[in-house]
């Protein structure tokens, strides 16, 4: 392919781009001139240029669009949903020319008579009297002739003649102004800007490497500076030609909405914002699938149809929007909708359908933790699978594509208020700030866009500052609990480590996807700009790594996930996102939670105190067994009892001693709960999970104490046969 035809694809590309945009918005502001004359201009553009290249194909259709265009501009005709589907259809047909002139050197076999055609038709006086849906457009404006004017007025005739000189040139300002940009820009294939980038990665290492060296000879300390300043001004200048805005990917969406509100019959309207937030290109082209399918998906299950919406009370015509915005060395863009929701109970069922997760871990996790099942490979939650979606595979697109090139994706769900999914994308792949750690031995690079702050608990403060609930270690950080993940563990797990007291525990406190915890390492050194290097497939597997690096000390580094560190460790959602959450569902003010204190094997815990029912002081030979199984006869009821502190055992020696059952409520069945003594009524802690006990649902800080909060939901149901009869067929059961 000659230089020629190369630059008349590009053009005509973008072109096509333009067009696009101004079609969508073309539905909404028929009338709009300005509209027209763009899109005018791209087919005018593209037919002019193939006649002098020879594509007779692309020559013809396009005169046939540009006819039609040529009325729409004269006001002959109006921009109604039949003119603009036809013209879509003609984007189309040119840019699977152009593809095909791309790919293939010519222009191919296809037959456009049918789509001339249809254009031609479009063009008849039946259109120029009749606008969208049937109603009448509106007629052409004449002159109004108006009585008493002024000699000096000008004549009608004149006025208009005046509007079209204006016009004329406002447009010739507008050629002149985009003919000026053209000559201000130069296109730079993209092959060669991943080149450039790639070699300022390597002048970064050669920097860090000569700033190392460097640093204790005077004599080169100003060379090295200014070698430091000219590198950073290089890297920065490489990585702003690689940005574009997110308008370049925005800019297709419409288009997807508007077919796809025609096929499923849904009335659906699109907000666009922070459309000037740019991103590197590789990773914009990245996130365009991961994008369309997530739009397909609030097209298809979250928005309701009209009549449904009407049903539940809300406006026929949904809400889609587009956000993205900056934060800071992410670029966060969101695809929320105002549609059905999630149903949690749905996904935790079909997950269990599907043999995904264990019934027991189903039960215990967040409504956040299953939300994230739906980007398992085949999850689908649809009744039926369509055209549009339904094959579980759109999802699972959106989070490997996104995580391919760093990035994270979350998602929040309301039932009956819509959903939220949030892509968390890196600005750049190539070189980013990290923190240099030290752990068993090894150098590890941690990202500082997860970095909150660093915290250093010398070996004396250690025993007191740091402490131990279900085998998770938890600093008290400001008056709130913080868990902690050390990494050597983590790293050697049956390694023998230190004891807290005879080290320095450096705490680097992390907050990754909504999972706030800290990390503690041995030793820390200075920051550095670090140059991420994929990693290799067996380093990947081990699902601790983000990439690898060289350091300013030619040493290799592994660069922390703090994301997959989180999971793995099995650090649950923060307290913060917790309360958020609650506030979400509430639309409220979220109210201090209230809890009964007790005591069980010396240890204090907390009952939620709304799930409390009464309190029981009874003999312990009042509990019955059923098995293994404690059970108490509760007003003619079944009880299971939970005896997790071993109350019950202590207290089998002695007929005659006394022991307390707190009896409370779990969904729609009753659970006792075995105590040695009730303490007290506290509120104000903010529940915060931690440990992997089944009987803990987490801890929170009651009276200066770290307490462990009894997690009803764990207490084992007894056998349907058991739970259903009454006590007396039990008891000689029993017997």
Known sequence: MDELTREFLIESQEGLDRMERCLTELEERPQDAALIAEIFRSVHTIKGTTGFLGFKRLEKLAHAGENLLGQLREGKLTADGPITTGLLHLLDSLRSILKTIEAEGGEGDGQDAELIGRLEELQAPAHAHTGHAGHKAPAPRRPVAVAAVPASAVPAAEAARQADAERENDGARQRAHASATAESTLRVDVTLLNRMMNLVGELVLTRNQVLQATAADPNLTLLSRRLDMVTADLRESVMKARMQPVSNIFSKMPRIVRDLSQSLGKRVKLQVEGQDTELDKSLLEAIKDPLTHAVRNSMDHGIELPGARQEAGKDPEGTLKLRAVQEGSHVLIEVTDDGAGIAVDKVRQKALERGLIAADRAAHLAER??????????????????????????????????????????????????????????????????????????????????????????????????????????????????????????????????????????????????????????????????????????????????????????????????????????????????????????????????????????????????SVLRIEKLPVSRIEYIGYRPVLNFEGQLLPVEDAGGVLGAAQGDPQAEIVVVVCREGNRHVGIAVSHVLDVAGGGDLFEAGTSQQTAGVTLLKERVTGVVDLRGVAPLPATEQAGDWNRISETVA
Not at 385 to 392: A, E, I, Q
Not at 441 to 451: D, E, H, K, V, Y
């Open 369 to 610: 933790e299953l939300l994230q099942l739906i980007f398992v490979p085949g999850f689908s939650t649809a009744a039926a699978v369509t055209n549009v979606s339904g094959r579980g595979v759109g999802m699972d697109v959106v989070r490997t594509n996104v995580e391919r090139i760093g990035g994270k994706v979350e998602v929040d769900s309301r039932v009956g208020k819509g959903t939220t999914l949030r892509m968390r994308i890196p600005l750049t792949l190539a070189i980013i700030p990290a923190l240099i750690v030290r752990s068993v031995n090894q150098s590890f690079a941690l990202p500082q866009g997860a970095l909150s702050e660093l915290v250093h608990v010398p070996p004396q403060k250690a025993a007191a500052a740091i402490e131990w609930i279900e085998d998770t270690p938890l600093y008290r950080l400001r008056g709130r609990l913080l868990p902690l993940v050390f990494l050597d563990r983590l790293l050697m797990p049956a390694n023998e480590h230190k004891r807290v007291t005879e080290r320095d525990n450096f705490i680097a406190v992390l907050d990754a996807d909504g999972r706030r915890f800290g990390l503690v390492v041995d030793g820390l050194a200075d920051p550095e700009e670090i140059v991420v290097k994929p990693l290799s497939a067996v380093l990947k597997t081990i699902g601790l790594y983000s990439g690898a690096t060289v350091l300013g000390n030619a040493d290799l580094a592994l660069i922390l996930d703090p994301s997959s560190i989180a999971l793995k460790a099995g650090v649950a959602l923060s307290a913060e996102e917790g309360i958020q959450a609650q506030e979400l569902e509430e639309e409220s003010t979220a109210t201090a939670l209230q809890y009964l204190l007790v005591e069980t094997a010396g240890r204090q815990a907390a009952v939620p105190l709304e």
